[in-house]
């Protein structure tokens, strides 16, 4: 099982330097009240924003306190540039707070500058392509604000998987690497009204029934304001179970809409097998997810892993948002949480994995990376499938209760009152 070759492009050690007399603080005032920032883009990428400590020591020396930001991920495409051919990093630096008013923009440009990426031999090892003061585009006197910049590439490899269908079609996973497919997983869904059952651990059962108890009349009603029991299991080549998505918690409207809200979230526990017998598992971690209200309809999102003493304890690892028309991507990466409220909880340090996520009424294969250390068997790639297929599989479940799903989603009683 061959990883495909990925790489890191890290953006840190950001400050920025004031001249004595910069507008808009006033004539012979250092700005030090003035906030900035700096956008950061790569053609092709989403640009990124950061803060931008102010730096007063003199010379050329580091700054003493500085900022990064996530950085770029490349994989072997970024290699296959035509020679000498570069990546352009631009950097672009406003006095001003961050954010739009009515569409436009509330910072001032105060200059900006270009870092070339050539990652010709990036396969090598690390590289560095900037590391210290960049006078700012456009300014010419030596009183220049500069920026001060640490760019440099690093090797990341990677497992990467693709769903040969979308989830709820039981289709067959490949692993990728360059050209070639190969068969590595097979999955099964499936839809059960009675979760009672599945072969799952005893304590799950409690769980299932923590917060969403609502009481309906008929079964029709029943029916069409929930969903619940879906489960995809993994299997390795051998047809041996390697890991499972199991829904413990249904997807219900909060009172009065046709919504999944933040407060009463569906969830999903992602399962491994346990000892010998193919009727026992393991929680491994545990997915909830609900739908946003806000500007943008959004599906929302928190992963936890499930500490050994029971799946109602666990350490929040991701937590965020995705558009739920266009969709996007689910990531573990401790750089990506690195200024969230989860980063001190955390024992997510670097990239860890990263899934698509097609949005509403798009077909979806999802495609899976993996970061190598964190597979030693085939059977711990499966547990990030799972949890692929559960967050995909999220998308349907928080559907407004006013559209109706597609009938591989569907139990049998709801197909009969459709």
């Known amino acids: 099982m061959d990883p ?3 790489f890191c492009l890290t953006v840190e050690s950001l400050a920025l330097k004031l001249p004595l007399a910069t507008r808009p603080a006033g004539s012979g005032v250092h700005p030090s009240a003035t906030p900035c920032f700096c956008k950061l883009h790569i ?7 950061a803060l931008l400590p102010l730096c007063s020591n003199s010379g050329d020396s580091a700054p003493e306190s500085a900022t990064s930001v996530a950085g770029f991920h490349l994989d072997a495409t ?3 540039r035509p ?5 352009t990093l631009h950097i672009s630096v406003y006095t001003g707070r961050m954010g739009s008013t009515c569409g436009v923009s509330r910072g001032k440009v105060l200059g900006r500058v270009r870092v070339n990426v050539n990652l010709e031999n990036a396969e090598a090892g690390s590289l560095v392509f900037q590391n210290g003061w960049l006078k700012l585009g456009g300014q010419q006197d030596k009183q220049a604000a500069r920026l001060h910049v640490l760019v440099r590439s690093e090797q990341d490899p990677r497992f990467v998987f693709q769903f040969g269908g979308e989830p709820e079609c039981s ?3 490949f692993q990728i690497q360059g050209s070639i497919r190969q068969p590595v997983f097979s999955c099964q869904f499936t839809a059960e009204r009675d979760l009672r059952t599945r072969s799952l651990p005893s304590d799950f059962n409690r769980k299932q029934n923590r917060g969403w108890t609502t009481t309906f009349s008929g079964d029709k009603e029943r029916a069409v304001r929930e969903r619940k029991g879906w489960m995809i299991m993994i299997y390795d080549l051998s047809g041996s179970p390697v890991a499972a998505a199991s829904m413990v918690t249904p997807f219900v409207p909060s009172p009065g809409s046709d919504r999944v809200s933040r407060s009463n979230p569906g969830s999903w526990l992602i399962l491994r097998p346990h000892g010998f017998s193919v009727s026992s598992w393991k929680p491994w971690g545990r997915l909830e997810a609900w739908r946003e209200r806000g500007p943008i309809d959004s599906l929302g999102y928190k992963f936890e892993l499930v500490m050994n003493n029971g799946p109602n304890t666990g350490i929040p690892i991701a937590e965020g948002t995705m558009s739920a028309r266009k969709g996007g991507k689910f990531c573990i990466d401790g750089r990506i949480m690195r200024d969230s409220a989860l980063s001190s909880l955390s024992p997510v340090k670097g990239f860890v994995m990263c899934s698509t996520v097609e949005g509403e009424g798009k077909v979806s294969k999802p495609v899976v990376q993996i970061g190598i250390q964190h597979v030693t068997c085939m059977a711990d790639a ?3 499938v799972a949890l692929s ?5 999220s998308v349907d ?3 407004l209760f006013s559209t109706k799903l597609r009938k591989e989603l569907c139990h049998e009683a709801e197909d009969k009152f459709a």
């Open 4 to 6: 495909c070759p990925f």
């Open 43 to 49: 053609k092709g990428f989403p640009s990124q924003t």
């Open 78 to 80: 970024a290699l296959r």
């Open 83 to 87: 020679s000498g051919k570069s990546i």
């Open 171 to 173: 289709p067959v996973v």
């Open 382 to 384: 499966a547990l990030f």
């Open 389 to 393: 297929a559960a967050i995909d599989l």
């Open 397 to 399: 479940a928080c559907k």
